[in-house]
T-cell receptor, first 116, second 113 residues
């Protein structure tokens, strides 16, 4: 069964450093998303991406964040200068379409980011 | 804004039935999803409702009332492996083609023998 994959599973970084989280969405999917979940809190939407551009972003997704699809398979989230409060589990998700009435988002296993 | 409310925790007995409620107030509505999330793992899809009524899928059923901003997830014949968090999520945006989900805080269900 096709699945979303994410690397690394765990990333530890120093405050102020740049990190890149990587995701490989399901191959025939067109819409890609990043969510984050701070420990013990709810899953929060960050950004959605379609047709090589951002479709929508939340207020969390400020100038420190960027997304890219550098090739035909990877989808990355970059945090330019990490802060302590960026420590969270980051989930990538993908879906086949957005406009259809039924559209399941498939989530990857997550990358746990720890900022020291 | 988006406001999605669920009970924080519930406990039920193996073999029993449990109903997890979710109420929502969102700026748009384009479907409601239920996800299961085991500790430290990714959310996995359980059910989807966009029209009023009940959707049944094996041991899981989900109900939606759009006029009341209300949904519930019904789990039957509970098994120990059903111990997990259950996340209610609303797809709120219809205009841009994006499909982002707004999640509730989740209900942690503990199934006891």
């Amino acid at each position: 069964e096709p699945e979303v994959t994410q690397t690394p599973s765990h990333q530890v970084t120093q405050m102020g450093q740049e990190v890149i989280l990587r995701c490989v969405p399901i191959s025939n999917h067109l819409y890609f998303y990043w969510y984050r979940q701070i420990l013990g809190q709810k899953v929060e939407f960050l950004v959605s991406f379609y047709n090589n551009e951002i479709s929508e972003k939340s207020e969390i997704f400020d100038d420190q964040f960027s997304v890219e699809r550098p090739d035909g398979s990877n989808f990355t989230l970059k945090i330019r200068s990490t802060k302590l409060e960026d420590s969270a589990m980051y989930f990538c998700a993908s879906s086949e379409t957005a406009r259809s009435s039924y559209n399941e988002q498939f989530f990857g296993p997550g990358t746990r980011l720890t900022v020291l | 804004g988006q406001n999605i409310d669920q009970p924080t925790e519930m406990t039920a007995t193996e073999g029993a039935i449990v109903q997890i409620n979710c109420t929502y107030q969102t700026s748009g509505f384009n479907g409601l999803f239920w996800y299961q999330q085991h500790a430290g793992e990714a959310p996995t899809f359980l059910s989807y409702n966009v029209l009023d009524g009940l959707e049944e899928k094996g041991r899981f059923s989900s109900f939606l009332s759009r006029s009341k901003g209300y949904s519930y997830l019904l789990l039957k014949e509970l098994q120990m492996k059903d111990s997990a968090s259950y996340l209610c999520a609303v797809r709120g945006d219809r205009g841009t083609g994006a499909n982002n989900l707004f999640f509730g805080t989740g209900t942690r269900l503990t199934v006891i023998p």
